[in-house]
């Protein structure tokens, strides 16, 4: 009998799914302190389809480390 290793499922992580908002965030080129990022994305959400989630977003961005900020732009919006 022959051993055959379980196959191995991969999951998406938080990255391969669509942002909550149709919302793009150009920050390639462009001032990458805190402030500023956290303002294009706000803007951005409030331009976008669900300017409803701004507050959600707003609350969730600033309650970690900018890795946390940077990871929870990405949930709302496209980074170009």
């Known amino acids: ?3 055959e290793p379980e196959k191995t499922v991969m999951t998406s992580n938080s990255n391969d799914l669509q942002p909550l908002t149709n919302a793009v965030v150009q920050l390639i080129g462009h001032d990458g302190n805190a402030i500023s990022v956290l303002g294009r ?11 409803d989630l701004v507050d959600e977003f707003i609350a969730e961005a600033i309650s970690g480390d900018y890795n946390h900020l940077l990871a929870t732009c990405q949930k709302y919006v496209s980074i170009e």
Do not use: C, H
Request: proline share 7%; aromatic share 14%; charged share 30%.
């Open 41 to 51: 994305a706000r803007f951005a959400i409030l331009m976008s389809d669900r300017p």
């Open 1 to 3: 009998q022959r051993f």
